[in-house]
Protein backbone atom coordinates (compact mmCIF):
# COMPACT_ATOMS: atom_id res chain seq x y z
CA UNK A 1 0.00 0.00 0.00
CA UNK A 2 1.08 3.43 -0.98
CA UNK A 3 1.90 6.05 2.08
CA UNK A 4 3.09 9.90 2.00
CA UNK A 5 4.51 11.21 4.72
CA UNK A 6 5.40 14.73 5.18
CA UNK A 7 8.24 16.72 7.25
CA UNK A 8 9.78 19.97 7.44
CA UNK A 9 6.92 21.97 8.57
CA UNK A 10 7.34 24.68 11.35
CA UNK A 11 7.00 28.18 13.10
CA UNK A 12 8.77 30.65 11.12
CA UNK A 13 9.21 34.23 11.30
CA UNK A 14 8.12 36.55 8.18
CA UNK A 15 10.35 35.98 5.48
CA UNK A 16 12.10 33.23 6.79
CA UNK A 17 12.78 29.89 4.81
CA UNK A 18 11.21 26.26 5.32
CA UNK A 19 11.76 22.94 3.59
CA UNK A 20 8.81 20.21 3.21
CA UNK A 21 10.63 17.07 2.12
CA UNK A 22 7.27 14.39 1.21
CA UNK A 23 8.89 10.76 1.26
CA UNK A 24 6.48 7.83 -0.32
CA UNK A 25 6.69 4.60 0.45
CA UNK A 26 5.26 1.42 -1.31
CA UNK A 27 5.13 0.44 -5.30
CA UNK A 28 4.48 3.74 -7.28
CA UNK A 29 4.73 3.72 -11.15
CA UNK A 30 7.36 6.09 -11.97
CA UNK A 31 4.86 8.19 -14.62
CA UNK A 32 2.87 10.18 -11.87
CA UNK A 33 2.52 13.69 -10.76
CA UNK A 34 3.67 15.36 -8.08
CA UNK A 35 2.44 17.92 -5.72
CA UNK A 36 2.00 20.36 -2.31
CA UNK A 37 -1.55 21.78 -1.79
CA UNK A 38 -2.47 23.52 1.55
CA UNK A 39 -5.51 24.32 3.79
CA UNK A 40 -5.69 27.37 6.08
CA UNK A 41 -8.31 27.95 8.65
CA UNK A 42 -11.28 29.06 6.97
CA UNK A 43 -10.66 28.25 3.75
CA UNK A 44 -10.36 25.46 0.74
CA UNK A 45 -7.63 23.45 0.05
CA UNK A 46 -5.63 24.84 -2.86
CA UNK A 47 -3.32 24.09 -4.93
CA UNK A 48 0.43 24.90 -4.29
CA UNK A 49 2.25 23.84 -7.10
CA UNK A 50 2.95 20.17 -9.33
CA UNK A 51 5.82 18.51 -10.77
CA UNK A 52 5.70 15.99 -13.97
CA UNK A 53 8.24 12.97 -13.97
CA UNK A 54 10.09 15.30 -16.91
CA UNK A 55 10.09 17.88 -14.48
CA UNK A 56 7.45 20.05 -16.13
CA UNK A 57 6.02 22.41 -12.79
CA UNK A 58 3.13 24.64 -12.52
CA UNK A 59 2.68 26.86 -9.43
CA UNK A 60 -0.10 29.34 -7.71
CA UNK A 61 0.52 32.90 -8.60
CA UNK A 62 0.82 33.61 -4.70
CA UNK A 63 3.71 31.10 -4.62
CA UNK A 64 5.59 32.21 -8.18
CA UNK A 65 8.78 33.78 -7.17
CA UNK A 66 8.65 32.26 -3.96
CA UNK A 67 8.31 28.65 -3.77
CA UNK A 68 10.17 25.99 -5.41
CA UNK A 69 9.17 22.58 -6.05
CA UNK A 70 10.85 19.31 -7.00
CA UNK A 71 11.35 15.60 -6.60
CA UNK A 72 13.55 12.59 -7.03
CA UNK A 73 11.84 9.78 -8.50
CA UNK A 74 13.99 7.09 -8.11
CA UNK A 75 13.84 8.30 -3.68
CA UNK A 76 10.40 8.63 -4.47
CA UNK A 77 10.19 11.94 -2.63
CA UNK A 78 9.15 15.28 -3.22
CA UNK A 79 10.47 18.41 -2.05
CA UNK A 80 8.89 22.11 -1.41
CA UNK A 81 11.43 25.01 -0.62
CA UNK A 82 9.85 27.95 0.55
CA UNK A 83 11.73 31.09 0.79
CA UNK A 84 10.22 34.87 1.93
CA UNK A 85 7.16 33.22 3.80
CA UNK A 86 4.63 35.68 4.64
CA UNK A 87 2.17 35.32 7.59
CA UNK A 88 -0.84 34.20 4.97
CA UNK A 89 1.22 30.94 3.91
CA UNK A 90 -0.42 29.62 7.12
CA UNK A 91 -1.82 26.25 6.52
CA UNK A 92 -1.76 22.74 6.95
CA UNK A 93 0.81 21.28 3.82
CA UNK A 94 -0.54 18.34 1.78
CA UNK A 95 1.55 15.88 -0.47
CA UNK A 96 0.10 14.37 -3.37
CA UNK A 97 0.60 11.70 -5.85
CA UNK A 98 -1.28 11.01 -9.22
CA UNK A 99 -0.70 8.08 -11.07
CA UNK A 100 -0.80 8.52 -14.67
CA UNK A 101 -1.02 4.93 -15.03
CA UNK A 102 -3.14 2.98 -12.21
CA UNK A 103 -5.88 5.70 -12.04
CA UNK A 104 -4.83 6.53 -8.52
CA UNK A 105 -4.32 9.46 -6.32
CA UNK A 106 -2.42 9.65 -2.91
CA UNK A 107 -2.80 12.31 0.37
CA UNK A 108 -0.08 12.38 3.30
CA UNK A 109 -1.36 13.57 6.93
CA UNK A 110 -0.29 16.90 5.90
CA UNK A 111 2.71 19.14 8.03
CA UNK A 112 1.23 22.61 9.41
CA UNK A 113 3.40 25.84 8.78
CA UNK A 114 3.26 28.73 11.01
CA UNK A 115 4.10 32.13 9.94
CA UNK A 116 4.38 34.28 12.75
CA UNK A 117 6.60 37.34 14.21
Same mark, same amino acid.
Given at each position: ? !? ?8 ? !????? *? ?11 ? *? ?69 ? !? ?16
Amino acid at each position: Q !VQLVESGGGL !VQPGG *SLRLSCAASGSIF *SENVMGWYRQAPGKQRELVATITRSGFTNYADSVKGRFTISRDTAKKTAYLQMNNLKPEDTAVYYCNVRSL !VANLIYWGQGTQVTVSS
